[in-house]
C-alpha cells in the first residue's frame, strides 16, 4: 500500500486544473464532484484521502493509484498523490509543467475577461509559454469643437 502525500497548491480554478492536465496528460480520465470522493489504491482499496478532482488510476498505469485534487476551504487546491505516482511520473518535473499549464490558462481566462477577442499562445523551444491578446479596435468619436 502507498503512502499518499499532500501538496498544497495556489491553484483556485478547477476548470484551469483539469485543462492542464488534459494538455500534459491526454489520456487521463477525470471526474469531478461537488463533495469530496474516496480515493482509490492500486489493488481498488478504498483510501481515506478525499478530493473533488480525481485523476483514475486505471488512466495512469496498471500499478498506480488515484490522483487527487481536493479543494480547501479558502478554495485553493491539494494534489493528493502517492509516493510510487510521484515516482512514476517524475513529480519533481511535472509539477512545474503543471504550474505554468495552469498558469497560462488562468491568465488566457483572465485576458479574454479583459475583453481581448483573440489570445495567442505560443510555446518557445525552452517549453516556456507566451500569450498575447488582441483587443478590438473601438471606434472613437471625434470631439466636435464648438466655437462661439
Known sequence: MSHFTSIRLIFKDAECIIQALNVLM???????????????????????ETAHIVVARQSISNASNDIGFLRNSDGAYTAIVSEWDQAILNWKDFLPKLQQ????????KQLTAMGCIEVIRERGQDGQIQLRGRKPIETQKKKQVVRR
Open 26 to 48: 491526454p489520456h487521463w480520465k477525470f471526474s469531478v464532484h461537488e463533495d469530496a470522493q474516496h480515493l482509490y489504491g492500486y489493488q481498488n482499496d478504498k483510501r481515506p
Open 101 to 108: 499549464e495552469y498558469g497560462s490558462l488562468v491568465a488566457e
